[in-house]
């Protein structure tokens, strides 16, 4: 099975920008298709991006598109959630997760390997 490990969580000002990594080890990450959720204090987890497992197929949540970006480096076991114009309510920790679906979704059960999750705060 995958392992995930994400990092690049940070504090930053409403406005900036970061950029969430997802490594992975321990089988074929092609094999995978990957997605970025997130789950704030006493709130269920909440989809953010997908994407397919040659990278070709992108899927965002309404409450992110336009600001942040997924992208994957197969050659690398790399995934990425470049975020940009971030608000206040982006404030949560984030979690890569890989799932052995044929297409994207945004669906959690889906996804069967998570990360440890990496925190992200807004401040305004």
């Known amino acids: 099975q995958v392992q995930l490990v994400e990092s690049g969580g940070a504090l930053v000002q409403a406005g900036g920008s970061l950029r969430l990594s997802c490594a992975a080890s321990?089988?074929?990450?092609?094999?995978?298709?990957v997605g970025w959720f997130r789950q704030a204090p006493e709130t269920e987890r909440e989809f953010v991006a997908a994407i397919s497992r040659s990278g070709s197929s992108t899927g965002y949540s309404d409450s992110v598109k336009g600001r942040f970006a997924i992208a994957r480096d197969n050659a690398r076991d790399t995934a990425f959630l470049q975020m940009n114009n971030l608000k206040p309510e982006d404030t949560a920790t984030y979690f890569c997760?890989?799932?052995?679906?044929?297409?994207?979704?945004?669906?959690?059960?889906?996804?069967?390997?998570w990360g440890q999750g990496t925190p992200v705060t807004v401040s305004s």
């Open positions: 997760a890989a799932g052995t679906g044929a297409i994207i979704t945004r669906n959690v059960q889906r996804y069967h390997y």
């Open positions: 321990g089988h074929t990450f092609t094999d995978y298709i």
